[in-house]
């Protein structure tokens, strides 16, 4: 098993995730969030269909705002059935232990955990060649909004 985090076009075909994918990604996200102090994500349809956009081109960079004014994630995993929904979520989570308050820096988790983000759309994408050499990946791609990870105001959004 491999898998692969990057601290973070296809126009078409959008495939709406199901009913038990976007529980999965909220109760994900809301469990880390209830340990550090910010309230529930709520989904949000526009961020999921700019999150698939951006999964359909199966390309492991983030959009650099293309999409919007979105915060994001990324994650991958090869092969497909190495990273569900849960595992993707928690690696993010993990990297808990690298955050230092006194000299904050941007991190998947702080996007996750960030208090003034209130709203969550995320998409997976299975990519056949997103790393050559390797099966198939899974790759995901969450956007947020209001986005997080900005500059002098991680004290007020960031509770670890």
């Known amino acids: 098993m491999t898998r692969f985090l990057l601290v973070s076009l296809t126009i078409g075909c959008f495939l709406s995730a199901s009913d038990a994918d976007v529980q999965a990604y909220l109760d994900a996200h809301n469990s880390v969030r209830a340990q550090h102090g910010a309230v529930d994500l709520a989904w949000n349809n ?39 929904i849960p595992a993707a ?48 990946a899974a790759f995901y791609v969450c956007e947020y909004f209001p986005a997080g990870n900005v500059i002098g105001e991680f004290a007020q959004n960031v509770q670890l």
């Open 46 to 84: 526009t961020l999921a269909a700019a999150a698939q956009e951006w999964a359909n081109g199966c390309v492991f960079v983030h959009s650099g705002g293309k999409l919007g004014p979105y915060g994001e994630n990324l994650a991958a995993g090869s092969p497909v059935s190495s990273l569900p």
């Open 89 to 136: 979520i928690q690696d993010w989570a993990n990297e808990v232990s690298q955050y230092d308050p006194n000299n904050p820096m941007f991190s998947h988790l702080t996007q996750m955990v960030w208090k003034a983000t209130t709203q969550l759309g995320c998409a997976v994408q299975t990519c056949p060649d997103l790393f050559s050499g390797l099966p198939p």
